[in-house]
């Protein structure tokens, strides 16, 4: 057990609700979530009153809670025991180990304290020592530190005044070169740039040259076409007027290029491109093409051929003379044409070469004028390259005879700072080596002294806490002690009026059968707590930890008996696992369960469904004296067939689904709250009864039964079961699935058991059933008592309006008398006035 252990132990008593939470996180309670929030309170909820839940009009599960409702819940009791068993548990090693710790850390403190006192005191005398060696070595670093300091500077002024020269030379010398080298760039960029107005020069004259060949060109090829045509004349170039077109006007000449303000070479470009306009005209000249080489011969000869075959057809085919004759007609006809044609066409030919002539006059005029400027252009352009090259030598030596100056006279101001900044720098070293020699000496007197009174205040602190710390540890003990005698006597003398509480809180629902005088008994008018059928022996001795032996632990009695609780609703099952033997027992186990169930529950408010497969309901058959009274009590009948059996979980299953559709919805959580709700018509609860399962039970019908045994509890439904381990279970059913939801008595040694989490198994003294023919008497008396309540009778109160809502209403379209309650929250009213229907 560690101090944290300790702390548990002797710490506060734990609240029930936590610790019935903490015994309950390994048990079914902790796996079952459907029934996390129903406890036994619920059975008190019957006839409770509504009260505040998330919904206003639905009671919560604390809300319905009894007086007597933990103390009849077996979720608490699970608690409770676990809290007991754990404390027994933790108590034996505590009531050894506190006073034992105790020991241990005064024993352990007087021997730290000790080595602490050691401690320090060597610490003082090193400490002291090494605070000398310290004061003595900071002084020959600060010695040492001067020195080189001192040397430094003085390397360092020299240094910076070698490297002021150094790099005002450079500087100057980088001027130079800078120099030179542009001077050397202008000259080179001179050198290549000279030639090129000169290329541009060369390039301008062949053009023009080129130009002024394809016009001669033009003008040589204008003259071929005119001789090929027999439309030249010498007359052509011997004239110095342009002939007179047809229309009477001469062709006007092209503009000069001094006139027009263009380029020469432009120009030219201009009048050869005209130039070959004339000549495209001259060759496009359909009546000179028919002129060209021999085609007049062929055009006289067509002629005569013409005519010579209209002379035959007039004067007939074999007379010769008329081909004669028609041949010399169309001789002396084209001789005609041709001499018309002739003229007119040479006319118009020598206005053309005219043209042709003049733009070549025109071509010879501008290719002078262009040679000329395209001369004066490279003349300018090299005295223009020239005169900036000249200006680009005039800055670059101004340029650097200005940087030189500035150079040198930052060069002087540099090396003057220099002479002034390091003997002050000097000076200022010494005298800081001066105050820091004299500080070392104040700080090491300054740190002896405090080193002085810190090792007497370190001494003074350490004896005041190791005698602090014996004195807590005391303290510790006893605090330690009396939490855990304290919690000891806390807890076991509420488990002791949780036990005696539980008793006689039970007691009124479940007396001795033989003590009540069943023809004068009278049913219980509300739900109870709890319901017990018997006790569970608790000893103490066989607990972890068994008696406590100190007197400081005192035990009211060493051997309880602990009440023993129907589980519902906390589980909604209670299993009874049995073997070979333990099959009878468990079957009066049922009965009584049973019994005491309908003798402690309101008349009417539990029906059962009883499955006895193996007993073919012999088990069981006392109560079928209810049927008697109410068919619906116990179903009818007891049920032994499979298919009978499948039904019957077939209705209870449709049962659940009418709960959760009909009444539940959304409204209410449980059937609990709904009975809360609906009063004077709260809603039965279902008890399924099975004796040996899994006989009888096929694999629908064990499949229904665990989705009943999971998801009845929120609609009623509880199941009490015992099963017979020897059997082989149905395919896909395991009983493990029923773990979660299943409160369970397993049969040992001859007797039932409650295998508690942290107490063990508790050995079960069940209550023995009553005789059979006082039995069969008190089942009677049940079915009597439901026969009595099955009138209900709802209060005036409940009809009437609330006392602010009288005369607020009108009767002009009739009347609507509230009768009674038709549901949880409906009423059924007589209307009058709506048609016939008052009649």
């Given amino acids: ?269 201009e009048l050869v491109e005209q130039a070959r306009h004339h000549l495209a005209r001259l060759d496009r000249f359909a009546a000179g093409r028919l002129l060209e080489g021999g085609q007049p011969i062929l055009l006289v000869l067509a002629g005569m051929l013409a005519a010579a075959l209209v002379g035959a057809a007039w004067g007939g085919w074999t007379n010769g003379l008329a081909w004669a004759q028609g041949a010399l007609v169309g001789l002396v006809l084209s001789s005609i044409g041709l001499a018309v044609y002739y003229p007119k066409a040479r006319r118009r030919a020598a206005l053309i070469y005219h043209t042709l002539r003049t733009l070549r006059q025109q071509a010879e005029s501008a290719r002078s004028h262009a040679l000329e400027i395209a001369q004066n252009h490279c003349r300018q352009t090299q005295q223009a390259m020239y005169r900036q090259l000249q200006e680009q030598l005039r800055q670059a030596d101004q340029a650097a005879a200005e940087e030189l100056a500035r150079l040198q006279t930052q060069h002087q101001a540099d090396l003057a700072e220099l002479d002034t900044t390091y003997p002050a720098r000097l000076q200022q070293l010494a005298d800081e080596h001066r105050r820091h020699l004299a500080q070392l000496e104040a700080d090491f007197q300054h740190r002896l002294a405090e080193l002085d009174q810190a090792f007497q205040s370190e001494s003074a602190r350490l004896q005041a806490r190791y005698r602090r710390y014996v004195q807590r540890v005391e303290q510790q003990r006893q605090r330690r002690w009396e939490a855990l005698r304290r919690r000891w006597q806390e807890t076991i003398g509420r488990f002791s009026r949780h036990v005696e509480s539980a008793h006689q809180s039970a007691d009124p629902f479940c007396p001795a059968w033989q003590q009540v005088d069943w023809a004068g008994w009278t049913p219980p008018g509300q739900m109870p707590a709890g319901v017990r059928f018997g006790r569970f022996r608790l000893a103490m001795a066989e607990l972890a930890g068994g008696l406590p032996e100190h007197p400081d632990f005192p035990l009211p009695q060493t051997d309880w008996e602990v009440p023993a609780l129907v589980p519902f609703p906390d589980w909604p099952l209670l299993l009874l696992r049995v073997g070979q033997e333990g099959r009878t027992e468990a079957v009066e186990l049922m009965q009584t369960i049973l019994l005491r169930l309908l003798t402690a529950l309101p008349p009417a408010k539990l029906r059962l469904t009883i499955i006895d497969p193996v007993g073919l309901g012999e088990n069981f058959s006392a109560f079928m004296h209810l049927a008697d009274y109410d068919e619906k009590l116990v179903s009818s009948r007891i049920w032994t067939e499979p298919a009978h059996i499948d039904q019957r979980l077939a209705d209870l299953t449709q049962h659940m689904e009418t709960v959760l559709q009909v009444y539940l919805r959304n409204e209410f959580e449980t059937i609990v709250q709904y009975n809360a709700f609906a009063g004077e018509l709260a809603e039965p609860y279902r008890l399924l009864v099975v004796a040996n399962f899994p006989a009888g039970f096929q694999e629908s019908a064990a499949a229904r039964l665990r989705s009943i045994i999971s998801s009845g509890a929120r609609c009623g439904v509880f199941t009490l079961m015992s099963v017979d381990e020897r059997l082989r279970l149905p395919r896909d059913f395991h009983l493990s699935d029923l773990e979660p939801y299943a409160w369970t008595l397993h049969w040992l040694q001859g007797r039932f058991v409650w295998k508690h989490p942290e107490v063990g198994p508790l050995p079960l003294e069940p209550d023995p059933p009553p005789p059979p023919e006082l039995f069969t008497q008190i089942v009677r008396r049940v079915g009597q008592a439901v026969q009595e309540a099955g009138k209900v009778e709802v209060p005036f109160a409940s009809g009437v309006p609330q006392p602010d809502q009288w005369w607020t209403a009108t009767s002009q379209d009739g009347l609507e008398v509230p009768l009674g309650r038709a549901g949880a929250k409906k009423f059924q009213y007589l209307r009058l006035g709506e048609g016939t229907s008052q009649h």
């Fill in 1 to 269: 057990m560690n101090d944290r252990q300790e702390e548990a132990v002797s710490g506060q008593p734990t609240r029930v609700g936590e610790s019935a939470r903490q015994s309950g996180a390994s048990g079914p309670s902790a796996r079952a979530g459907q029934s996390a929030n129903f406890g036994p309170s619920a059975w008190a909820g019957a006839s409770a009153t509504p009260g505040p839940s998330a919904n206003p009009l639905v009671p919560s599960d604390d809300a319905l809670a009894g007086p007597d409702a933990e103390l009849l819940s077996c979720k608490a009791w699970e608690g409770w025991l676990g809290e007991l068993a754990r404390l027994n548990r933790r108590r034996a090693p505590a009531q050894r180990r506190i006073p034992a710790v105790a020991t241990v850390k005064t024993e352990s403190a007087t021997k730290r304290y000790t080595e602490l006192r050691t401690a320090l005191e060597q610490k003082y005398q090193a400490d002291k020592t090494a605070l000398q060696e310290q004061y003595t070595a900071d002084r020959q670093a600060a010695e040492s530190r001067f020195q080189t300091e001192q040397a430094r500077l003085q390397r360092e002024y020299e240094k910076k005044r070698r490297e002021r020269i150094e790099q005002f030379q450079q500087q100057t010398e980088a001027i130079r070169r800078r120099l030179q080298e542009t001077q050397w760039e202008a000259q080179t960029i001179y050198d290549a740039t000279q030639k090129r107005p000169i290329l541009e020069l060369q390039a301008a004259q062949a053009r023009i040259e080129s130009l002024w060949q394809e016009m001669v060109g033009l003008h040589e090829q204008a003259v071929g076409r005119l001789r090929q045509r027999w439309l030249w004349s010498r007359k052509f170039s011997e004239a110095t007027e342009a002939p007179v077109s047809q229309e009477g006007a001469r062709p006007t000449s092209p503009a000069q290029p001094e006139a027009t303000g263009q380029d020469p070479t432009g120009r030219l470009a």
